[in-house]
Structure formats: structure tokens, C-alpha cells
């Protein structure tokens, strides 16, 4: 592991590893919060799925009075046009690629890893992987938004523009509002992308019927 690469949490299968979920957490938790989620999925005991869940860096949040919590970027106001931090964005992006290629030269190819993320993680996890020059087996897209706001990320690259996204936002979301989701959905079915949206009764957080959702989302792509 190099000096750059992020701590992480490793959920291994009992059977040979075959795929890989990279997921990202939203700002101020640990790779720690979302762990626990992989038993919830109840996949076949021989999946073959291994789950990488980082920890983003330590950094100064200014929304948040400038206190140091896991940040995968600054977020320097509410406003969605101004709201990430472009440069933490990009350098985020490097380390989220180079989980990409830690997989990939463990012998899993890139369209075996499914890139997932929830709220500022899911904001790096679309980026990501719109940008990400290898077909993906997918993006996952929890509560969150597009940095570039009313646009698509520079630099899309076409080896992703016909990779299944699974977009999912809380009707009552007090963090990352609804539009904000609705807005990034619009501009990706604009540009032909293969996006499904859905939408819960809930706030800012996951609930059961979304984690089955997900499940069989990951099964359909993973589960060959």
C-alpha cells in the first residue's frame, strides 16, 4: 500500500473473490458507518463480492466552523453552484482511482467494481465515475448531487456512458435537497446515460427497502 493510499475497512467473501464494491462515506463518518450494511444485503453465502469502505482524510470543513472531521472536499457554502470545492473534488478523485486500480491489479477488472457512494461520498463516486476512463459495472449515487451543479463534469469519458448509475434520494432530504438529486438525474438522461432514479419517504440516511433495492441492484450486475 503506498503512502498515499486511504485506510480502509475490508469486508471479504467466504468464496473466491470474483468483484469488488468501493464505497464511499458521507462527510464527518468513517468507512466504519457503513460497514455493517454488507450483511443487511443478505447475499448468497458464496457472492464472491469483496467491500471496500475507505476513510476519506482529515480536513477543515468550512460549513462546519472550520473543524477537522473526514471530508472527501471542503463544502464552503449551502449553495449548490458554489457548494464543493473543485480542487478537493479532483484530488479525492485520484485517491478514489487509485482504489480502482488496487482491484484491478489484484486481478479484478474494472467491469467487475461497482462504485457506490452516499451523500458527499456519492458526489465523488458519480464524479468518479462519469471521468473514469474503463467501464465500470456500475455507479451507485445515494443523496447526493453533481460538484459541477447545473452540469455535467468536465472530461466525461465514453468507456462509462453506457454503465447502469442507480440513483437514489429521500423525498425529505434536510441536507442535500431533493432537486439537487433531481437536477443531476435530468442532466444525465439528457445525455443518454443509463440512469435509473428512485426516490423514499425518508431524509438525509438509508432505510430497508432502499438496502433491498440495492441488493438486488448489485446481484443483477454482480451475480453473473
Known sequence: MSDSALERIVVEPNAPVSACVIWLHGLGDSGDGFAPIVPAFNLPTNHGIRFVFPHAPMQPVTIN???VMRSWYDIKSMD????????????????VKQLIQEQIDAGIPADRIVLAGFSQGGVLSLFTGLRYPEKLAGILA???????????????????????????HGEQDEVVPYMAGQTAHQLLVEANYHTQWQSYQMGHNLVPQQINDIAQWLTTRLLK
Open 80 to 95: 449548490l453552484h458554489n457548494r464543493a470545492d473543485m480542487e478537493g473534488v479532483l484530488k479525492s478523485e485520484v485517491l
Open 65 to 67: 466552523q472550520g473543524f
Open 142 to 168: 445515494l443523496s447526493c448531487y453533481l460538484p459541477t451543479g447545473d452540469r455535467l463534469p468536465a472530461q466525461c469519458h465514453e468507456a462509462n456512458k453506457a454503465t447502469d448509475i442507480l440513483q437514489h
